[in-house]
């Protein structure tokens, strides 16, 4: 469940089992219902990519519902898991990648879910990939890895991410600007907030998880012309998830 070398000091701390259900189950249910389909529906074709593998947790729930499965890791030891992990469940591992994902040549709108938990404290300045059409290359940490995802998303396709929720609920310049800039190519889906000691014992940070729909050019163009383009967002409140610290 938790990674127990040093990771944790670099701000890479693996998943909880639950939290990896969640997330996964959420998205895809997300995608069916905007989508219209089911869970029989396109098993070889919606694109899933986790960029942020670790070891490969999202993936792996995520072949429950597809076999388009996309990964890259940057670390050895989580890469060598992650293709363990996709040997064992019998899995097709051509497109796990070792390398930073973005120095990886993906390319812009290209997949139909992305389901990640990116490095909290990450400073990270590769940037080989040249697409930026939404300016991800000015950020840093945790909100790099959310533009970047939205990047990579086609139109319509749904996003999900676990990051801290200082993100989202602190008033300052630069967060409202982040803020800003995401909901001018996302519709915000769903908003859980977790319990407080998600991460005990590697990291004691409040999270918060964020499932989005990325726009069409349509909606940006209502949106960048003052057009009203009003929706609700579900808030759910995870914070009791049943579990004690022991």
């Known amino acids: 469940i938790w990674d127990r070398n040093n990771d944790g000091k670099l701000g890479i701390v693996l998943t909880p089992d639950d939290i990896v259900n969640i997330m996964v ?38 072949s429950n519902y597809t076999k388009a499965l996309y990964g890259c890791e940057c670390g050895d030891e989580r890469y060598s898991l992650a293709k363990c992990n996709f040997i064992l469940n019998d899995l097709d591992y051509s497109n ?37 059409n939404t300016n991800w290359k000015s950020y ?3 909100q790099r890895f959310i533009m970047y995802q939205v990047e ?28 800003k800039n995401l909901m001018n190519y996302c519709q915000i889906l769903e908003v859980i907030t977790c319990n407080n000691k998600v991460f005990v014992p590697n990291a004691n940070v409040e999270c918060t998880i964020l499932i989005f729909r990325k726009y069409n050019n349509c909606e940006i163009d209502n949106l960048n012309n003052d ?13 009791d998830d049943g579990f004690k610290i022991k």
């Open 96 to 132: 796990l990648k070792y390398n930073s994902c973005f120095n990886e040549p993906y390319e812009s709108n290209s997949f139909d879910i992305s389901i990640i938990n990116p490095p909290f404290s990450n400073k990270c300045k590769d940037e080989l990939n040249p697409n930026n």
């Open 140 to 142: 840093t940490k945790e």
């Open 227 to 239: 057009k009203s383009n009003d929706y609700q967002t579900k808030i759910i409140d995870y914070s």
């Open 25 to 62: 189950n959420e998205s895809f249910k997300c995608y069916y219902q905007l989508h219209n389909k089911d869970d029989k529906d396109d098993k070889d074709n919606i694109r899933m990519i986790d960029f942020c593998t670790g070891t490969g947790s999202f993936l792996i729930k995520g």
């Open 152 to 179: 990579l998303l086609r139109e319509g396709g749904i996003g999900c991410c676990i990051v801290p929720r200082n993100n989202f609920n602190n008033n300052i310049k630069a967060n409202n600007e982040f803020k």
